[in-house]
């Protein structure tokens, strides 16, 4: 029973790849001046419809516990785009033949993938403020991406990504 609990622990680890986020903002900014916000209406995430939802809810929770409110007339807009990565397939089994003898010689070798490509997905949140038509903060995460998830778990991962996002704000001057 050990042994099972051990490899399913070791395989739960490996399994979840970390959320890497890189943050950037204007030094000048007032950041506690910034209590509303709301999306633009033309925004266009990159992300599948189900998985907008999941992450604008995500968003709104953690967004609420900072006390930052959603209004229609906000202090703020935020813009979100994603795009999704395909990593270069590296992972191959080589198989070869050859011969020679009498100064000859001649191969053959073929490199067969195994396993699936890696995919990681890239999430751009910028933070507007349209009364001075300026971003003011912005986080870009990256983290990995698999389309076959079942809907619990990418709720989970959208949710993780949007509380390491927003873990860095407001930023500390």
Request: net charge neutral; hydrophobic share 35%; with cysteine.
């Amino acid at each position: 029973m050990k042994k099972l609990l051990i490899i399913i622990l070791t395989f739960a680890v490996i399994s979840c790849a970390p959320i890497r986020v890189s943050y950037d903002f204007d030094k000048g900014t007032n950041f506690s001046k910034y209590k509303t916000y709301n999306y633009y209406s033309d925004m266009k995430t990159g992300l599948s419809e189900l998985d907008t939802k999941r992450f604008l809810e995500s968003l709104d929770a953690k967004l609420e516990s900072l006390g930052i409110t959603f209004s229609e007339t906000p202090d703020f807009f935020i813009d979100i785009k994603s795009s999704t990565i395909q990593a270069v397939q590296r992972n191959t089994v080589g198989v070869g033949l050859g011969g020679g003898g009498r100064n000859m010689g001649g191969g053959i070798s073929i490199g067969l993938p195994i396993g699936q490509p890696n995919a990681s997905r890239q999430i751009t949140i910028d933070f507007v403020d349209e009364n001075l038509k300026q971003l003011f903060w912005q986080a870009v995460s990256e983290s990995s991406y698999n389309p076959n998830r079942i809907p619990k778990e990418r709720e989970e991962q959208l949710k993780a990504i949007a509380e390491k996002i927003l873990s860095q704000y407001p930023p500390n001057q």
